[in-house]
């Protein structure tokens, strides 16, 4: 079993719409939890943090549930700039070296 | 931006050549992170540095290999390149080593081994 899985995608949505990506991760004694953004071959750019409480950013809204190892992010009124790819990032213990998913592709549609 | 600076951007070699990397971490960042991320996967964990040690290993094997300086530069190194080491390097700079510091990455390098 992977450390981190994540749902590739590719997901296609309108703008305006509202979506959520979702990831699990295996190691229970994991602290924390990031989302990163990705545009085409650059580097992966901090999103935001994840925590139990949840966190809200504007149209971005990022939980962890622990009990069900998962983390998620949702995105509301999705704009085209929002095409790109979302990483999960989950750290390895008490560290902060992480396992990243595979990445989730958006591309927003017009 | 980051502040993270890696060098050079792009690379080409052929297999069975050595290739060095750098990076230069944001000001006032102690640890560097090195990362592979292969075309369509996620960024996988090379290894670390923290003030000039190595602060834990990914599953790669020795053949990479990396250090990092008094000022907190570091340089990933890669023997005997074979085709499949062909992906976009990414160095990360953070605060200190333990959760929850976060990761901030450079523009990265992207090798390719032909």
């Known amino acids: 079993r992977k450390e981190v899985e994540q749902d590739p995608g590719p997901f296609n949505v309108p703008e305006g719409a509202t979506v959520a990506f979702n990831c699990t991760y295996s190691?229970?004694?994991?602290?924390?939890f990031f989302w990163y953004r990705q545009d085409c071959r650059k580097e992966p750019k901090l999103l935001m943090s994840?925590?139990?409480s949840g966190n809200e950013d504007g149209r971005f809204t990022a939980q962890l549930n622990r009990a069900s190892q998962y983390i998620s992010l949702l995105i509301r009124d999705s704009k085209l700039s929002d095409s790109a790819t979302y990483l999960c990032a989950v750290n390895m213990g008490t560290g902060n070296q992480f396992y990243f998913g595979t990445g989730t592709s958006l591309t927003v549609i017009p | 931006e980051t502040g993270v600076t890696q060098s050079p951007t792009h690379l080409i070699k052929t297999r069975g050549q050595q290739v060095t990397l750098r990076c230069s971490s944001q000001s006032g960042h102690n640890t560097v992170s090195w990362y592979q991320q292969a075309l369509g996967q996620g960024p996988q964990f090379i290894f670390q540095?923290?003030?000039?040690?190595?602060?834990g290993r990914g599953n790669f094997p020795p053949r990479f290999s990396g250090l990092q300086f008094p000022n907190y530069s570091s340089e990933l190194n890669v023997n005997a390149l074979e085709l499949d080491d062909s992906a976009l390097y990414l160095c990360?700079?953070?605060?200190?080593?333990?959760?929850?510091?976060?990761?901030?990455f450079g523009s990265g390098t992207q090798l390719s081994v032909l």
């Open positions: 540095y923290y003030r000039e040690e190595e602060n």
């Open positions: 190691n229970s004694a994991s602290q924390s």
């Open positions: 994840v925590y139990s």
């Open positions: 990360a700079s953070s605060l200190g080593a333990s959760a929850p510091e976060k990761l901030f």
